[in-house]
């Protein structure tokens, strides 16, 4: 296969990087100066004709409008803006309103549906306030976004702020609500995680477009009935609609209702049962029956107190028969019926086979859709008979430090009384615990992960995965051959759907580094800040002409006063199975003082490694090298921590502030292989060691995709 040499070609790579265990990353702004850039697309109905007339706002990460536009004839539209990344809310006469995330200088295609007798339906994941956003007792370098006492109202919108213009899009948004929101003293007293988050974050909710939470989750009484009714308060303070807990089995089962364009939708909430607490002597199913009682004894500001409340309290406990009958009822009065399911395995992105058979009991019973959340990573999505399912929609606001856990996506359906007629996926990165709509590489990252772990139904096109009109997904594949002596391949778009010959020299991968390119991928108005990843941002080591070509970059750097290294790593360990290769360009002025650690633990939270090992990189003279590290995993390890570490030179007097090691990295990717050669939307990466013919899919559903070398 031709192979003109471009940015990422660099077709053999060698050499060594190094990188250094995160604690977790810190998110600073970016102090750049950038002129402003031009933002242009079209916009178009779903057939692709082009709608005259439609209004275009480009609003930026906080949610300012800074410039709108109005399509021309051939749905044309153009602005410009200084902002970055930036939301692109386009809105027309008979159409519903579509707001997608957009990167300067690049154009965006917004297809809109036709609005009669269509309601528009968001779905976020995983929201708690808790914990960790409320402490400041960790090193600063943690990525706590604190939620200050002063400004507790200000800072809980300030953390949806950056995807409220997506969020208030939809005639209907929801989210799991997995904490209670009180402030009460009250706490379950065997439950190793607790989490309870300010009253106030409802208020900020509702300011962001939330308009119902699911509460039927193994969260909502953690601050048991007080925290349960501070939230009902809370909640209906807010004008935020919820079901799924209450105070007796009926209420905690009973839908919210809304009417929206002529229809009504019934929302149900419940839990499996075994995340309602039936191994703990309180549980929190609603239903055992109001017969049985609580009652205990805390202490609480330094007295105690005691507390009875009925065994009726709590959440809907979801049985097949249960869910379906409640289905059934709720169908009686709506058009569209809704169920929220909480359960399955944490960070398993499969479902159990108890969430399989109760979603297909909601799916027998009429539910037009079921949404499934709990396992706070993303899975895929499919259809059971007539009815949409998500399996998990991941985390949508949350404090946890799994790099599996960033990614995540806001689920949104377009309905009418027929059932659904479109769902599409928008990429989400919840970067310093705050959710962040992305571009570029990032966005398509996501979106590739999401096409592979879903059913055919879904199309996977550049910059969308999406379902419209029942349409079967229609594939275009040309034959390719590729020749290689252990090279790697990457794509843009498209992928390997069979190795007709030569599958002994083929291996699938896919990166585990979605920002390693360090340009800037996320909607807010921290610039090149480098997402996930830590390293000193005391000076600009980020910017837009830090890397390759003029491209973002990070550099990191360390001078004759300094008196220890400075580290370049990811911002938490990584999940993986199988091999892995580290690639990447890096520049280095010195000779010596550059390495890479490379540490295998079998847990996400164990101290010590299994195996530690560390490498030398050489220096380059201040050019752009390749680098590329095969990293064979030891057994039992399942985690991986990669540290770039820079040691100062060696001190001499008096001091030079000019003598410095200056190391600057770009297109850093860790491609974890697959065992197989099927194919799969989720690769993106080809290593052919000898010759091998493939088919590529190349065109779906009309939609042209592309292939190329790295």
């Known amino acids: 296969m031709e192979r003109g040499l471009r940015r990422r070609d660099f077709l053999r790579l060698s050499g060594l990087g190094a990188a250094a265990s995160a604690s977790g990353c810190q998110v600073l702004g970016s102090s750049e100066q950038t002129e402003p850039k031009p933002v242009e697309g079209t916009v178009v109905s779903l057939e692709g004709e082009p709608i005259e007339d439609a209004t275009v706002e480009v609003i930026a990460g906080g949610g300012e409008v800074i410039s709108e536009d109005t399509t021309q004839e051939d749905g044309s539209f153009g602005a410009k803006t200084d902002a970055g990344a930036v939301w692109l809310r386009a809105d027309a006469s008979g159409f519903l309103t579509r707001t997608v995330a957009a990167a300067p200088e690049s154009s965006t295609r917004i297809r809109l549906t ?62 799991n609500l997995g904490t209670t929101l009180t402030d009460s003293g009250w706490r379950h007293p065997k439950k190793s995680y607790v989490y309870t988050s300010h009253p106030s974050a409802a208020t900020a909710l509702r300011e962001a477009g939330i308009d119902y939470v699911a509460l039927g989750n193994n969260h909502v009484f953690d601050a048991l009935k007080p925290g349960l009714d501070d939230t009902f308060d809370a909640l209906g303070s807010a004008g935020i609609s919820y079901s799924g807990a209450g105070n007796s089995s009926e209420t905690a089962w009973e839908p919210a209702y809304f009417e929206e364009r002529g229809l009504v939708v019934g929302m149900i909430s419940c839990t499996t ?60 009065i709506a058009d569209v019926a809704v169920v929220q399911i909480h359960g399955g395995e944490e960070y398993q992105r499969a479902p159990t086979e108890e969430v399989e058979s109760l979603t297909d009991a909601a799916s027998e019973a009429g539910a037009d859709l079921v949404v499934n959340h709990h396992p706070h990573v993303t899975g895929g999505l499919e259809f059971r008979g007539d009815t949409l399912v998500a399996w998990t929609l991941g985390n949508l606001v949350f404090d946890q430090i799994l790099w599996e856990t960033f990614p995540s996506y806001l689920l949104t359906v377009h309905i009418t009384d027929d059932g659904v007629g479109r769902a599409y996926v928008d990429p989400l990165l919840v970067d310093g615990y705050v959710p962040k ?31 419209v009109d029942n349409a079967r997904r229609q594939e275009e594949t040309e034959r390719m051959s590729f020749e290689g002596e252990d090279d790697i391949f990457v794509r843009e778009s498209g992928w390997v759907s069979n190795v007709v010959e030569g599958a002994d020299s083929v291996e699938l991968g896919r990166d585990l580094f979605p920002t390693g390119s360090f340009n800037e991928p996320t909607v807010d108005e921290n610039g090149h800040d480098g997402p996930l990843w830590r390293f000193d941002r005391t000076r600009a080591e980020t910017g837009p002409d830090v890397g390759l070509d003029g491209t973002g970059g990070i550099r990191v750097s360390r001078h004759q006063s300094n008196s220890s290294r400075i580290i370049l790593s990811q911002c938490a360990r990584n999940r993986f199975s199988g091999s892995l290769t580290l690639t990447g360009l890096y520049r280095y002025n010195s000779a010596e003082g550059l390495e890479l650690l490379v540490k295998w633990h079998e847990s996400s939270g164990d101290i010590d490694a299994i195996r530690e090992e560390t490498y030398t990189i050489e220096g380059t003279e201040g050019e752009w090298r390749s680098l590329r590290k095969e990293l064979q995993p030891p057994k039992g ?74």
């Open 114 to 175: 036709p609005r009669e007798g269509t309601v528009s339906m968001s779905f976020g994941g995983d929201v708690m306030f808790g914990r960790r956003f409320y402490d400041d007792s960790e090193s600063p370098g943690y990525p706590w976004f604190r939620i200050r006492e002063s400004e507790i109202e200000e800072d809980h919108e300030e953390i949806l702020s950056h995807i409220q213009p997506l969020l208030s899009t939809a005639d209907i948004t929801s989210v």
């Open 637 to 710: 390890a399942a985690f991986i921590d990669l540290y770039f570490r820079t040691y100062p030179p060696s001190p001499q007097f008096p001091i030079d502030l000019k003598t410095e090691r200056i190391a600057t990295f770009d297109e850093l990717r860790l491609i974890e292989w697959s065992d197989g050669v099927d194919g799969g939307r989720e690769y993106d990466h080809m290593r052919v060691d000898g010759s091998a013919t493939v088919e590529v899919v190349v065109k779906e559903n009309g939609q042209d995709t592309e292939w190329s070398a790295l």
């Open 273 to 332: 049962p075994g995340l309602a607490g039936v191994n703990y002597d309180i549980d929190w199913s609603a239903d055992k029956g109001e017969s049985s009682t609580y009652t205990f004894t805390q202490e609480i500001d330094g007295e105690q107190e005691s507390l009875t409340f009925s065994g009726g309290v709590g959440v809907a406990s979801a049985t097949e028969e249960r869910l379906a009958e409640n289905v059934r009822e709720a169908r009686e």
């Open 437 to 467: 709509g992305v571009v570029g590489e990032t966005r398509e990252s996501q979106l590739r992960r999401t096409a592979g772990l879903s059913s055919d139904e879904f199309s996977l096109r550049r910059k969308a995965v999406e379902y």
